[in-house]
């Protein structure tokens, strides 16, 4: 007697159909390689949809600084002249001056008067009083040395350091110090620009004058050694 199953109409409905298993569920390989024949990226998602959290392509990232735009914490450097905020040199001269004033005119006022004052023991002494007022004078040279570096560094060093990078005639003349990284610059920092004062102070100061011409940022010695710009300040 013939088996029912064993007609080939039986087997060939027991064998399993096309994207399906033997027990019922679906089979998922045919599946897969239709998903996988889709290339992924790290831009792109399934089908080519641009994932979330990516950013489009040609935007700037945040928290990168772009090419030609370096940033210098109070404005943004820019290919031309006349966008950059260190192109500050005439305003700098009459700055320099305007200091050099500040800090000259009390020390000129205290050395008269200390000139009047050894005038009058000269005279309270006569004829011999020469090695006491040579003495007087001589300590009166070294004090107005050590009054003068005193004020300078005051002037210069310290009142910036204080005053967001301004020194009394900075404030006038709308200029800043900051530091190469845009924030503000340290008291040793600041010193350190003014003790090179000496170098870019020479012959009235000329040498500090075509440092800062012939320099891609329009710093001077100082400011180079001490990593310090000045800029507009707006």
């Known amino acids: 007697m013939t088996n029912p199953q064993d007609t080939p109409d039986a087997q060939q409905s027991q064998q399993p159909q096309a994207g399906s298993s033997q027990y019922g569920q679906p089979y998922q390989g045919q599946q897969f390689a239709r998903q996988s024949a889709y290339p992924q990226s790290d831009h792109q998602g399934y089908q080519g949809h641009p994932r979330p959290d990516y950013p489009a392509p040609g935007y700037p990232q945040p928290g990168y600084s772009q090419p030609g735009n370096m940033q210098y914490g109070y404005t943004r450097l820019g290919s031309s002249a006349a966008d950059d905020p260190t192109d500050v040199v005439g305003a700098r001269v009459g700055q320099y001056i305007v200091d050099g004033l500040l800090a000259a005119v009390p020390l000129i006022v205290l050395w008269i008067a200390i ?24 300590g009166a040279l070294g004090l107005m040395a050590v009054l003068s570096l005193a004020v300078n560094w005051l002037v210069f060093a310290w009142w910036p350091s204080t005053h967001g990078g301004q020194t009394m005639a900075m404030r006038w003349f709308k200029l800043r110090i900051i530091s190469e990284d845009g924030g503000q610059p340290t008291l040793g920092a600041l010193t350190l620009r003014w003790v090179l004062l000496v170098v870019d102070g020479f012959f009235g100061g000329l040498v500090g004058l075509i440092v800062m011409l012939n320099s891609a940022r329009h710093q001077r010695l100082g400011d180079s050694l001490a990593k310090t710009l000045v800029v507009r300040a707006y």
């Open 115 to 138: 000139i009047g004052l050894i005038g009058t023991v000269a005279s309270s002494y006569g004829s011999d009083g020469g090695a006491t007022v040579g003495s007087l004078f001589m």
